[in-house]
């Protein structure tokens, strides 16, 4: 668990906000480099790694987590060291006011979103901001800070990785490195010779801003089968039951009418048969992830959706536990060693 918890700490140092995952060309090279056989970037900044299985013509298995994060954009420098910003994907402007951020400029520099003091809101003002109501000061003057920042600089959330009781870890960016921790931790500990498949694992661009980064690296790989792997809603106080996943419950396999459903039955029997610990969902409809696009890419691909259950998404206190990784890479294993699906 410890060496599950290091990757994950070192995945989401990285800024990866949607549009710059190809700034995390260098980590993701040390990280994987002597775990798989071939690693590339292509030109959306999906990063492709290889692990080749012993077999002879072997089929292909793709197996997808998306590194992108939700972020902001520079979009103004105004007086007194105060950047405007939009959104770079979905955030959650209740939680914005008095965020630490960092701003990628020429250097990163330190960022507090601005936060009115209760004292002084107007009578009526919506009690949820608009991000153009919101600044983010810097502490430079105007003259100062247009020698580091831009107009299009990115922003993310401030790191800060904490451990909590029990297992659980709390940080930004672990939709969806906490699936890309799982997924290289799998490949990390794989027997090439039981492994079936020749596996391609996309760490995969754009999720956050469109879903299109996944699609197109499955379009160059062809996969015959495909495991799209991202967060999923933890249950807690106030969320249905019917729509969240527990933590500590394992990953979960997604039911879906987008999914194939020969592949996604052949993966529960298989975690059933071995005592794995994992839970269904059922998503009628979209399962809101990179599966979308990666079914549609070429031909066609079978896909099955895996998901671990976050609290606090979108967020800078995204909350995951480690058993839920375990889960996940130990269901990528049991794939990875199957060759009936």
């Known amino acids: 668990m410890e060496r599950i918890k290091n990757t994950l700490m070192e995945l989401c140092r990285e800024m990866t906000v949607s549009g710059y995952e190809y700034r995390a060309e260098g980590k993701i090279r040390a990280l994987c480099g002597d775990i798989f056989d071939e690693i590339k970037c292509d030109p959306m900044g999906n990063f492709v790694l290889v692990k080749k299985s012993k077999l002879q013509n072997a089929p292909k298995l793709l197996i997808d987590g998306h590194f992108d ?35 990628y400029g020429k250097q990163e520099i330190y960022g507090l979103v601005t936060s009115t003091p209760p004292h002084l809101r107007r009578a009526g003002a919506d009690s949820v901001p608009k991000l153009e109501e919101l600044y983010i000061d810097t502490g430079y003057s105007k003259e100062e800070l247009e020698k580091i920042v831009s107009i299009g600089d990115p922003v993310g959330y401030r790191y800060v990785f904490t451990e909590m009781n029990d297992g659980y870890v709390t940080t930004s960016g672990l939709d969806d490195k906490a699936c890309v921790c799982g997924i290289i931790e799998a490949i990390r500990d794989i027997d090439v010779s039981q492994l079936k498949y020749d596996v391609y694992v996309t760490i995969s661009a754009q999720e956050e801003t469109g879903k299109n980064g996944s699609a197109r690296a499955a379009f160059g790989i062809e996969p015959d089968i495909a495991i ?18 527990k933590c500590k419950g394992g990953a979960s396999v997604d039911i879906s009418s987008l999914t194939d459903r020969r592949l996604t039955r052949a993966i529960i029997k298989l975690l059933s048969e071995k005592g794995i610990k994992h839970q269904i969902i059922c998503e009628p409809g979209r399962t809101y992830t990179n599966n979308e696009g990666m079914l549609v890419s070429g031909r066609g691909v079978r896909t099955a959706v895996i998901s671990v259950p976050l609290k606090n998404m979108h967020t800078p206190c995204e909350t995951v536990n480690l058993e839920d990784i375990k889960s996940l890479k130990e269901i990528l294993s049991a794939v990875m060693y199957e060759e009936n699906l």
């Open 69 to 103: 994060t939700v972020g902001m954009m520079v979009t103004d420098i105004k007086k007194g060291g105060f950047l405007s910003v939009v959104n770079i994907g979905g955030l959650d402007t209740r939680v914005l006011p008095a965020t630490e951020v960092t701003v």
């Open 228 to 245: 799209i792997t991202d967060v999923n809603f933890a249950s807690g106080d106030g969320t249905p039951d019917y729509e969240c996943i």
